[in-house]
């Protein structure tokens, strides 16, 4: 991990980087922010690990847990929480064996998030599987999507 690290910083300081440059490469790497590589950062460059911690924290793009292969989004803003975001959520954590949004399945395969709103409120409530956009989902519906998805392995559109 150490050379990886190096690696981040020595890219770091030739492009005269930020702390969220930093960030941005470490899970660029690893797909998502180690505690160890936060510490390793917070020693070499002489920040606190709590300004790390921080941002990690506020930025909804950093992760500090390994993600799935696969990202399930469930939009829960105000229009798709109406129309009946959170029974969707409900039904995937049943479905895929998850306790909360934000776990991913027990073979890495899938990664279950809630998101607050993503800007598609006339097409609520909506889904999101590897990036693509599924308008007008009941729990049903995402539900089917997602056993017809774990069967073929794979997602078209991808």
């Keep these: 991990m150490e050379k990886t690290l190096e690696k981040i910083l020595k890219e770091h300081e030739e492009k005269e980087g930020n702390l969220i440059s930093i960030l941005q490469g470490i899970q ?3 797909g998502y922010i180690p505690h160890e590589a936060v ?3 917070s020693k070499r460059l002489n920040i606190p690990a709590s300004r790390f911690f921080g941002v990690i924290t506020f930025y909804s793009q950093f992760h500090l847990n390994p993600r799935g292969k696969n ?3 469930v939009c829960c803003g105000t229009a798709c929480h109406v129309k009946g975001g959170s029974k969707i959520v409900e039904r995937l954590q049943r ?6 949004a934000g776990e991913t399945t027990k073979d890495g395969e899938i990664t279950l ?5 993503v ?5 609520a409530p909506v889904v999101i599987v590897n990036n ?3 308008p007008d989902m009941t729990a049903e519906d995402t539900s089917k999507l997602i056993k017809k998805f774990k069967k073929e392995k794979s997602y078209a559109g991808r």
């Design 113 to 117: 998030e809630v998101v607050r709103c």
């Design 71 to 73: 990202i399930i989004s």
């Design 28 to 30: 660029d790497t690893y």
């Design 95 to 100: 479905d895929l064996n998850l306790n909360s």
């Design 39 to 41: 510490h390793w950062f």
């Design 119 to 123: 800007g598609a409120c006339s097409i």
């Design 132 to 134: 693509r956009v599924h």
